[in-house]
Structures are given as C-alpha cells and as structure tokens.
C-alpha cells in the first residue's frame, strides 16, 4: 500500500463548515468573517468582548535545531491539540502562516504534516487571507512615502545617506538584497543603495505579530524609526505621515485567522515572522484570545529552541504578559543519528551508538527551556524506520536529563498517536508547577543581553562586536531603548553561527555583523554570522516541480 502524501491527506479532509468551528469555542457566527465555507476572521468585537475571561494554560511546542532528517514541530503541535481534544479538554492550536518564499524555496509548508495538519492546507501555504500581502503593502507604501517626502523638498531633512527603512517582497530573491534605487534622472527621484527584506522579516510583521489592537497598532507603526538627519536626529514612520493609512491597510490583517484541523479542532493561524530572522512566533492577538476562549492553547516557535523558544520567552512572553504552563520538545531519531554523524541516505539502517552520540543537542535544548522555569516534555516524533532500541536509547537520555520523552504517532494516526503525551502535557500544565521568568532583565544593557543569549543559550566563549557596533548600542541606550529585549538573528541548524557545527559544540564565538533598532516592535535585531534577511533559492527550488494536474489539482506543494 503507498503512503498517502500531506497534500492527498489534506484533499480528502471532510471539513466543517466554519461556524460550527467557532461555535466550539463560543463564537458566535456573527463574529466571523467567512473567507469561502473554511476559514474566517475573528471579529475585533468578539476579541474584545472575552478579555474579561480567565485565561487557559499556554503550552509551547519547540524543537531541536532543524535537520535534513526532520523533525515536526508543526505537525507535533497540531497533533498535540487533537490529542487534547480527544481526551476531553477544550483546546485550540495557535500557529503561524506561511511565507511563499519558503513554500516555492526548500522548507515546504506550514500546515502540519500527514494526519496532523490544519486545513484548507493548499490556501494556507499559499494566498490565504492576504494577511502577507497586506503587510507587504503596507511597509512598501512607508518606504514610497519616504523617498517621495525626500523628492518634493525633504522638509524634515532626512540624511539620504541614512535611511533605513527597507523594502520587501515576500519571496526568497538573493538579486535583491542590494540594489541602487531611483536611477534614470530628476523625474525618478535621488538615487541611494537599498535593498530588499524578505516580508516575514518585516518590522510590520512583527508588530502586527505583537499589538494588542488597533490602536496599539497604529502608535508602534508610528514608533518606526526610518531614517536619520545629518545630526543623527530620529525621523519616524509618524514624521512621515504614513501611520494613519498604514493602519489603513492592516485593518483585516489584524483579525486572527479561524480554521480547522483535520479532525475538525479549531487552529487559529496568524501572522508568520520567521524564527533565524525575526521573533517566530504567531500574533498575540492570536494567542491571548484563544486563551480566553480555551482551557488549553497550544502553540509554536519557529526552527530550535535556541531560537524561537528563547524570542517566545524574552520577547513575546515579556511583551504580552503570557507564561507558558509546559514545554514541548520535538525531536526524532532520524535527526539523533544525523547529529551523531550519520548520512542522511543511511538514516534508514539501526544505529543506537549514532542515536547516544547525537542525543547532547536534545539535552542542551532541555537545559536551556529549564532554565526559564518551565517544566519540559520530549515528544519523539515517530518514523517508521525507527527501532525499540533507538526510541528507548532516547527515552533513557531524556529520564537521566530530569525530564521525559513520550513516543508520538501523529502523522500516521492522529490523535490517537498523541493521547498519551496530551494526557501528560495536561496533567503537567494542571499542577502550575511553573515558575516561569525572563532570562534578562529590561535594565541590562543591550550588549549584555546579547552576552546573556549567546553565552547561557548558545554556550559561546564571547560574542565579537566591533567599536561601530557597540558605540550604536550606545547611542540607542541613550536615546531611551535600553530597556528593548534583543532579537537574534542567526542560523537555525546549530548552536553556533556556523551552520555545519551540529550537537552541542562549546567554545565558540558569535560574531555580530549588523543590529537593527526596530521601535515600534519593541526590540532590537541583532545579525549575527552570515544569516540573510532575504533569502535565496536553493539549485533546485520546490517551484520547479510546482504545477496543476490535468483536475486544475495543485501538485508538488509540500
């Protein structure tokens, strides 16, 4: 019998319509803005109207550092929220939207995987609400508006030579990373060098990911710091009169997105900033209002947990005032044997010694999420390949790291294959065990939060900063942004800045190559090694395999 693909899983899927959906969690059809009989937004009403609630437990999926293996966060998450389901609790799952970038690049979608997946799964890896295109407008009508003030008179005397408001596609496109804009003569404006972010790295994204309304919106998009005059004075989004219609634009976007799973839970998917090159995680509008309708919300964070669990903590949590009741970490043997020096072609063959030997990253990943005063589950995310020995090889690891791994069976079974870990994480986040704090304080200066993340996250030797860097640190810490939480942006698949070094290597350093004040998000960007935030395509892109079949079908996504 062949395996069924995701896309061929998802194709069978007998949705709900989805008011019944929001009826689950007492949304009431008049709340909901239906885009076709499958997703819809949530009222701005209905959000305000549940504040008063009391909240439910916050469960965060996270993983290993990514591999070739894989691992299924997304898919673990989904299947975590069935599995809750099914054992009787009321609960929602809280994902991001997908970037097209990623989707006709290498990464695949972000829907979940095989019997775990949130549907409709072909609309969600691709246009869906328009949420992306809405952001994507937005922040290119600042920089329009930007270099149209300089062109009819620059009254608040921009310095063209420190603008820093970018543009952005939402597409991986490496030829426009730098580029000179406004060539071709007076009627084109003042030529300058620029260059192109890809959208989910947007400073819009992730302020859309962290208002808490409308109107909260509306002062962060101001907040924007966009250019410089030539005595270093602040010229922002609100100088520029671009707020106002910004806001104008994300209006819908900010209404989360309402969908389902493939056993008809409800999944709220809203906002996408990537997790190497932004915060990484979905929109606190999102989170906190399924908190108020649910007893349990299960959500996730981008790539491994030294990246988007460390930003979901020190950023998103400290932002929104959440805490998470219990910590979910995704691994699976496949990704075990290839940190314990196995080729991805000969994953397939037993190997417990490779298993042991790769097991460190996973336990580093367990210290660190410890370390923020959360308590921590392992869920093994099964492959048929895997044997007793190697899935109990990690089960030992785990038990004598203080913690434990549960075996999962979600892509092949659903829910069923997640009762035991739903039944877990639930009785975990019942006992309030957590104690969960911050790794920094808001009065540690700027470099010392980047030491603090490098070194006890990281475990790095030293971050290297030139003079330039940390006189910019400086100068942002007296102009007021001391007290921001730093964003690092580096590569997903290792501790280090160096994506070849996988386990759990010590000794290194981090290299800072750019930081970036993002004020109205709330904290600072911190590049470091050759991390892009605008990606290229690989040789082969998943785009060239990408098409409609002889039914109009889409085939090749994901």
């Not at 549940?50 to 989904?78: R, Y």
């Not at 609960?91 to 979608?109: T, Y």
């Not at 790095?460 to 102009?479: C, G, N």
């Not at 942004?481 to 160096?498: E, I, N, R, W």
């Amino acid at each position: 019998m062949s395996i069924k693909s995701d896309i061929e899983i998802a194709r069978e899927a007998v949705k709900r319509p989805i008011q019944e959906i929001g009826a689950k969690l007492g949304i009431g059809a008049e709340h909901l803005l239906p885009y076709g009989h499958d997703k819809a937004k949530v009222s701005q009403e209905f959000i305000a109207s549940v504040q008063g609630n009391k909240s439910g437990k916050l469960i965060l999926v996270t993983a290993i550092n990514p591999t070739p293996a894989g691992e299924g966060k997304t898919t673990t998450t989904v299947g975590l929220g069935d599995g809750l389901n099914r054992i009787g609790r009321k609960a929602a799952v809280c994902i991001r939207e997908a970037s097209l970038g990623p989707c006709f690049g290498m990464k695949g979608g972000a829907a979940g995987g095989g019997y775990a997946q949130v549907v409709p799964m072909e609309e969600m890896n691709l246009h869906f609400t328009g949420d992306f295109h809405a952001i994507t407008s937005a922040h290119n009508l600042l920089s329009a508006m930007i270099d149209n003030h300089i062109y009819w008179g620059n009254e608040l005397k921009i310095d063209e030579r420190r603008v820093v408001w970018r543009r952005v596609m939402d597409m991986n496109d490496r030829a426009l990373r730098d580029i000179v804009t406004s060539l071709g003569g007076v009627a084109n404006g003042f030529p300058r060098q620029t260059g192109f972010d890809i959208t989910v790295a947007s400073e819009v994204m992730a302020i859309l990911c962290l208002a808490t309304d409308l109107a909260d919106l509306q002062k962060r998009l101001g907040d924007i710091i966009v250019a410089y005059t030539r005595d270093k004075q602040a010229i922002t989004c609100r100088d520029i009169k671009a707020d106002g219609a910004m806001t104008v634009l994300l209006k819908d976007a900010m209404q989360p997105n309402l969908v389902q799973t493939l056993e008809n839970n409800p999944a709220f998917v809203h906002g996408g900033p990537f997790a190497n090159i932004a915060h990484g995680c979905n929109s606190v509008m999102a989170t906190t209002t399924a908190l108020k309708i649910a007893d349990y919300v299960v959500t996730e964070a981008g790539f491994g947990a030294d990246l988007g669990a460390e930003k979901f903590m020190n950023i998103k949590c400290r932002k929104a005032g959440l805490a998470p009741s219990v910590v979910v970490v995704v691994a699976t043997v496949r990704a075990m044997k290839m940190n314990g020096g196995v080729a991805k072609a000969d994953l397939g063959a037993e190997n417990v010694a490779a298993v042991r030997k790769g097991c460190p990253n996973l336990g580093r990943h367990i210290e660190n999420v410890k370390s923020f005063g959360v308590p921590v589950v392992v869920a093994i995310n099964h492959f048929v390949t895997d044997t007793e020995a190697e899935v109990q090889a990690v089960k030992d690891y785990v038990a004598a790291q203080g913690s434990e791994a549960i075996l999962c069976q979600h892509w092949a079974k659903g829910s069923e294959g997640t009762e035991e870990l739903a039944t877990r994480v639930a009785e975990i986040a019942d006992k309030d065990s957590a104690n969960f704090s911050p790794l920094y304080a808001d009065e540690m200066s700027l470099f010392e939060k980047i030491e603090t993340v490098a070194k006890r996250i990281y475990r790095a030797d030293e971050v290297l900063a030139d003079k330039k860097i940390r006189t910019q640190l400086r100068d942002w810490e007296e102009a007021g942004f001391g007290h921001l939480p730093v964003c690092m942006a580096k590569t997903q698949y290792s501790f280090s800045t160096d994506p070849n070094l996988r386990g759990a290597p010590t000794g290194h350093s981090v290299p800072v190559r750019e930081v970036r004040l993002s004020a109205g998000a709330g904290f600072v960007v911190v590049i470091c090694g050759e991390i892009m935030t605008m990606p290229g395509l690989p040789r082969k892109p998943a785009s060239e395999t990408i098409g409609l079949n002889d039914m109009g079908q889409i085939e090749g996504l994901f």
